[in-house]
């Protein structure tokens, strides 16, 4: 399975949200993440496609509805990546986790709601990510 490059961001986002795996991340913490990484709120086609192909390929783990923490792979992979390092960053950090699940690089044509139009997340609707954004953004 190929990854664009805004499951890393999703990916990301959990690992952070969750603590690296000692917590479960709920949309609304992914969001705020995602926002924290890279100063912008992600889009429903990047976080819903991001999740299909996250689970799909068992890097998260959807531990109750919508609630979720990376995989014992992805945890340990970043465990021992973040104790070789002195300091954390966000830029950093994503890059590495690209580089882990083998993401795309990003591409100024690409069109997710074109790719993630037959990605459906059990349970997750454009209603249920527009309240988890305005949950986070105080609204």
């Known amino acids: 399975m190929q990854h664009e490059n805004s499951d890393a ?3 990301l986002g959990i690992i952070y949200a969750s603590d690296n795996e000692k917590n479960q991340a709920s949309l609304t913490q992914i969001i705020r993440a995602c926002d924290f990484i890279e100063h912008v709120i992600i889009t429903y086609d990047e976080l819903k496609g ?3 192909r996250l689970v799909n390929s068992n890097n998260i783990v959807e531990m109750q509805k919508l609630l979720f923490t990376p995989s014992d792979f992805v945890s340990q992979k ?4 973040s104790k070789s390092r002195k300091r954390s ?3 950093d950090d994503l890059e590495f986790v690209k580089n882990l699940i083998n993401a795309k690089e ?3 044509n690409v069109n997710l709601i074109e790719i993630n139009k037959n990605y459906n997340f059990s349970g997750l609707d454009y209603d249920i990510y527009d309240s988890s954004c305005k949950e986070y953004l105080g609204n």
């Open 50 to 52: 991001g999740l299909v």
């Open 78 to 81: 970043f465990y021992e990546y």
């Open 89 to 91: 960053n966000a830029r």
């Open 106 to 108: 990003w591409e100024g």
């Open 9 to 11: 961001l999703v990916l």
